[in-house]
């Protein structure tokens, strides 16, 4: 079965970074593409980014251009996100997901949700 885990958030002042990881079980991050999301307190969950299977990255929203950067680590069978200059708005639970594809242009495909990790910017 396949089964994601988040681990990295916490709390952090505003302009600080975190680095988020998603450890894979029952699924090869390698030849998949993977996704971050993330929602927020009484809102729709949001797509955050992708990396494709060939290590590019696709952006689904304006607001993570330039802070936030996506990789993968196939020996570990996981993947990261790396969040700069975080803002209070940043403040959300975030999971990682898969299309169970290679490609990042269907964002209604992802799945598999885990519990996610809560990420806090307040200071």
């Known amino acids: 079965q396949v089964q994601f885990v988040e681990s990295g958030g916490g709390l952090v002042q505003p302009g600080g970074s975190l680095r988020l990881s998603c450890a894979a079980s029952g699924f090869t991050v390698e030849y998949y593409a993977m996704g971050w999301f993330r929602q927020a307190p009484g809102k729709e969950r949001e797509g955050l980014l992708c990396?494709?299977?060939?290590?590019?990255?696709?952006y689904y929203t304006d607001s993570v251009k330039g802070r936030f950067t996506i990789s993968r680590d196939n020996a570990m069978n996981r993947v990261y996100l790396q969040i700069n200059n975080l803002k209070p708005e940043d403040t959300a639970v975030y999971y990682c997901?898969?299309?169970?594809?290679?490609?990042?242009?269907?964002?209604?495909?992802?799945?598999?949700w885990g519990q996610g990790t809560q990420v806090t910017v307040s200071s």
């Open positions: 990396i494709d299977r060939n290590d590019g990255t696709t």
């Open positions: 997901a898969t299309p169970y594809g290679s490609s990042c242009q269907r964002i209604r495909d992802f799945g598999s």
